[in-house]
T-cell receptor
Framework: GAVVSQHPSRVICKSGTSVKIECRSL??????MFWYRQFPKQSLMLMAT?????????EQGVEKDKFLINHASLTLSTLTVTSAHPEDSSFYIC????????????FGPGTRLTVL | EDQVTQSPEALRLQEGESSSLNCSYT??????LFWYRQDPGKGPEFLFT???AGEEKEKERLKATLTKKESFLHITAPKPEDSATYLC???????????FGAGTRLFVKA
């Protein structure tokens, strides 16, 4: 199956700093990429959807200025958590979907963010 | 409103005890229905895509089926390594987003 990578897999940062998470589709072109947040023992919470070359569409309640998303190419999307606070600590997962609307969504391995 | 409901929330089985997980969905039109497996601390792993009612797909001990209102994930003679959370998701027509169910946590005891 298709492979999606995420980097870093784990990051610890101090409160007030910014953290960038990269998501790459390694063997296919991803027209659409998604960023999710997941709390312990809960399901995925969609944060935003991005299409290559366009501005991201954020879900209700997600702060655009805090969670900056860039989808610069068909294989790379980045999520930057700006001025991180302890409440931003979570498991962040990206996923990517190919160029056809019926394509399957493949997920990255996730990034565990801990803000001290 | 498009919706996906999975049941049960949790399922405990003995090794070898076959069972099924249910995914009921309400959408105006269906582009695809997906099943994923998620282990703790990892991203969801793709299992199956189903596109139309009557379709079935199999992989090892897992078999996914689809009707116009629901999908089943049948697990035959499960093993402890099948323990995970199984997620169902639908991609409705006319939208970018995939809608996920809350998942079924499966525990298989040796």
């Amino acid at each position: 199956g298709a492979v999606v990578s995420q980097h870093p897999s784990r990051v610890i940062c101090k409160s007030g700093t910014s953290v960038k998470i990269e998501c790459r589709s390694l063997d296919f072109q991803a027209t659409t990429m998604f960023w999710y947040r997941q709390f312990p023992k809960q399901s995925l919470m969609l944060m935003a959807t991005s299409n290559e070359g366009s501005k991201a569409t954020y879900e209700q309640g997600v702060e655009k200025d805090k969670f900056l998303i860039n989808h610069a190419s068909l294989t790379l999307s980045t999520l930057t958590v700006t001025s991180a606070h302890p409440e931003d600590s979570s498991f962040y997962i990206c996923s990517a979907r190919g160029t056809r609307a019926t394509d399957t969504q493949y997920f990255g391995p996730g990034t565990r963010l801990t803000v001290l | 409103e498009d919706q996906v409901t999975q049941s049960p929330e949790a399922l405990r089985l003995q090794e070898g005890e076959s069972s099924s997980l249910n995914c009921s969905y309400t959408v105006s039109g269906l582009r695809g229905l997906f099943w994923y497996r998620q282990d703790p601390g990892k991203g969801p792993e793709f299992l199956f895509t189903l596109y139309s009612a009557g379709e079935e797909k199999e992989k090892e001990r897992l078999k996914a089926t689809l009707t116009k209102k629901e999908s089943f994930l049948h697990i035959t003679a499960p093993k402890p390594e099948d323990s995970a959370t199984y997620l169902c998701a639908v991609h409705p027509t006319g939208g970018f987003k995939t809608i996920f169910g809350a998942g079924t946590r499966l525990f298989v005891k040796a």
